[in-house]
């Protein structure tokens, strides 16, 4: 016997009561769940921090623009200008920039590191002249500048006033100037610590003062 919950579709295919067919496996679709949108990150809505934020964001622009500022100062700072009747050469850590007469500036506007890595050493042109006044008498800058006498009211004081002996034992009081020209400004520049200084020492020396 046939089950009363048994009965036959119209294409003869014998379906049971609770809606399955014995002749074939029927394939139910289930809907698909629609997706939901992916939530956004909580915004926590904290004036603090925004306010700081803001703070240093600003911070850094101004640092940068010291920075900026700065590097500028420090290059414009080595701008330089060798005057009329001189020229002048660069050393960097110590050495000359250049080869031969190349190491010389002509006057005029010129670009060096600033100092420590740069040096500028400035040479003089033309006439220059050093004094020698210690074979003189000890006067002030007061009384050379009055044309006053070194003898006026009193005498040779050999513990003050200079002089100069002479091969036959005589005393002299000397004062001389020297002019003389640079005619090789490198060795001026590079072979003296002060060529100026060496220059009034030979005079010095020359005149044979004693004290």
Not at 41 to 53: N, R, W
Not at 165 to 191: C, F, G, M, Q, S
Not at 200 to 206: E, M
Request: proline fraction near 8%; include cysteine.
């Amino acid at each position: 016997m046939s089950d009363p919950k048994d009965h036959f579709d119209g294409d003869g295919a014998q379906k049971r009561g609770d809606g399955r067919s014995s002749g074939g496996a029927i394939t139910l679709e289930r809907p698909r769940p629609t997706p939901e949108p992916p939530q956004e990150p909580e915004v926590i809505d904290d004036t603090g921090t925004q306010a700081l934020s803001e703070a240093l964001r600003s911070s850094f622009v101004v640092v940068k623009i010291l920075m900026v500022g700065l590097v500028a100062v420090f290059l414009f700072s080595g701008v330089f200008t060798v005057p009329s009747q001189q020229k002048a050469i660069i050393l960097r850590f110590g050495k000359p920039i250049g080869i031969g007469e190349k190491m010389l500036l002509e006057p005029g506007l010129h670009f060096a590191f600033p100092y420590p890595i740069d040096e500028k050493v400035f040479i003089p042109l033309g006439q220059q002249s050093v004094k020698s006044s210690v074979g003189w008498y000890a006067v002030t800058p007061a009384e050379e500048a009055a044309g006053q006498e070194p003898y006026a009211g009193g005498s040779l004081n050999p513990a003050v006033d200079s002089y100069t002996l002479t091969a036959d034992a005589n005393i002299l009081h000397v004062r001389a100037t020297v002019n003389y020209l640079i005619t090789e400004p490198l060795k001026y520049a590079l072979k003296f610590a002060n060529a100026s200084c060496a220059v009034q020492n030979a005079v010095y020396f020359s005149i044979g003062y004693a004290t």
